[in-house]
Nanobody, 125 residues
Framework: EVQLVESGGGLVQAGGSLRLSCAAS????????IGWFRQAPGKEREGVSY????????AYADSVKGRFTISTDNAKNTVYLQMNSLKPEDTAVYYC??????????????????WGQGTQVTVSS
């Protein structure tokens, strides 16, 4: 059974930090990039960041560059998103996602093979 199990969301004040975790199982971790999308109420789901299992290359949305850091523990098939200097506009449901490496250049919700259940991040002003 394929699973992407997220944890670490919550409520934090602006300027604070949270760390999201995504534990993957049931598929070949090395064939995928793992990352995060988020969706705020009334808005489309947008890409936040990903990390490639093949070479650990990373990418970030412009809105989070310099504040968020993605990392991986390949031994545990787990990806982390460290979120610092959080802003109210970061408030959203954050979804862990797995994209096949062959489709990574198309990083978008349309090419995601597997989704996590989502975790709420709320940043108060």
């Amino acid at each position: 059974e394929v699973q992407l199990v997220e944890s670490g969301g919550g409520l934090v004040q602006a300027g604070g930090s949270l760390r999201l975790s995504c534990a993957a199982s049931g598929f070949t971790f090395d064939d995928y990039a793992i990352g995060w999308f988020r969706q705020a109420p009334g808005k489309e789901r947008e890409g936040v960041s990903y990390i490639s299992s093949s070479d650990s290359s990373t990418a970030y949305a412009d809105s989070v560059k310099g504040r968020f850091t993605i990392s991986t523990d390949n031994a545990k098939n787990t990806v982390y998103l460290q979120m610092n200097s959080l802003k109210p506009e970061d408030t959203a449901v954050y979804y862990c996602a797995a994209v096949p490496l062959l489709l990574l250049r198309l990083w978008s919700p349309a090419v995601v093979d597997y989704w996590g259940q989502g975790t709420q991040v709320t940043v108060s002003s």
